[in-house]
């Protein structure tokens, strides 16, 4: 018999059961109280992961891996001399996420934000392993994760407001040109956004600036990173996208009823347009967002099939597009000083993804 298991990747700056933080608030529920408790009450045997909270998809799909199948985190010989950190990470043999993982078992991988790139990846892994870590470490010493075969074991894959094509909030804040004059941004979310700055303390780089995931965020890059990850014809994809956004007539998009902290960047996002430094245009499509994630760029990535989510048909290979949701960036994860309780949501979207298997 197939046993189903639900892991669910936290996204930038989150963090997951191994972590003291999820002890006082978790992840996934916030203050409405651990989602995966409420799950595995109903059926759904659900785990939250803990990944680094600003590493790169692939050091985060390393550690992910290593949690499920409970070994010692292998971030490959190639891949950490290349970027200049260690090879080996923590060791979860003897307390792995989920009780096992093997041929009769199946993962649902749940990912928000740029914990949906990372699944995405570790999915992509599992089948084709990785050339670069195959040509470069010897036959004994490499991980079964770089040697692929493995992605029967993974039935499918659920991005929840995930920048599948990155962000351009990264691009907004590095374009001189763009005229801000004209944008009407509230002084106090001005104020708030200052004042956060503050308590945030200078981040000291360990190993090259390209594996971090705030560098993966950045639009080129993450069509970049795409190059790199398969769609899978076996696994099932969906997403869900997310707007805390209204068009205004003057085509630009503006949040109503979005977390304070997120009404800044909403409104950058909602009226820039213009082009990377890699030429990729960013226009009026890519306006619409949920604070931080352009809705454009959660619906899948670029290129890959997709389609809008048809419960009569849902087919493996091609992304199953969820209708967009109403909410912010923080709205899958139940809210910050809005709750949001939307636990029954998750029972609705689990029990659809479960029906194909």
Not at 146 to 174: C, E, Q, W
Not at 217 to 226: G, K, R, T, V, W
Request: hydrophobic share 35%; glycine share 10%; aromatic share 12%.
């Amino acid at each position: 018999m197939v046993k189903t298991f639900f892991v669910f990747v936290h996204g930038l700056s989150g963090w997951g059961s191994y972590d003291k933080e999820h002890l006082w608030i978790p992840y996934w529920g916030m203050r409405n109280g651990d989602l995966m408790g409420f799950l595995s009450k109903n059926g759904f045997e659900s785990y939250a992961a803990s990944v680094a909270p600003e590493g790169s998809a692939w050091d985060r799909a390393c550690e992910l891996y290593a949690q499920i199948a409970g070994l010692r985190v292998d971030y490959g010989k190639v891949h950490s001399e290349k970027n200049g950190h260690s090879r080996f990470g923590r060791d979860f043999t003897g307390h792995a996420l989920i009780p096992s993982w093997d041929d009769d078992t199946r993962l649902v991988l749940i990912g928000h934000s740029f914990g949906g790139t990372t699944i995405r990846l570790l999915a992509s892994m599992l089948k084709n392993g990785v050339h670069e870590e195959r040509e470069g470490t010897a036959e004994e010493e490499l991980s079964l994760l770089f040697k692929g075969g493995l992605s029967h074991r993974v039935h499918s894959v659920i991005a929840l407001a995930s920048p599948m094509n990155g962000t351009s909030i990264y691009d907004i804040l590095k374009d001189p040109d763009f005229d801000w004059s004209k944008v009407k941004i509230p002084w106090w979310s001005t104020l708030l956004a200052r004042l956060s700055a503050k308590k945030v303390h200078t981040k000291t780089f360990d190993r090259e600036r390209s594996d971090y995931a705030d560098h993966e965020m950045n639009i080129d890059n993450a069509l970049e990173l795409n190059k790199r990850i398969e769609t899978l014809p076996e696994v099932y994809y969906f997403s869900v996208p997310y707007s805390c956004c209204l068009k205004q007539a003057d085509g630009t998009y503006r949040p109503k009823g979005a977390e304070p902290f997120l009404v800044r960047t909403a409104i950058k996002i909602g009226a820039y347009s213009g082009y990377t430094k890699g030429g990729f245009h960013i226009d009026e499509g890519w306006r619409d967002n949920d604070g931080l994630v352009n809705t454009i760029s959660a619906r899948a990535p670029l290129g890959e099939p997709s389609r809008p989510f048809d419960s009569h048909d849902v087919k493996p290979g091609i992304w199953n597009v969820i209708p967009e949701m109403k909410g912010d960036h923080v709205f899958p994860q139940g809210g910050i000083i809005y709750r949001h309780n939307k636990k029954e949501l998750y029972i609705k979207l689990l029990k659809m993804v479960t029906a194909q298997i």
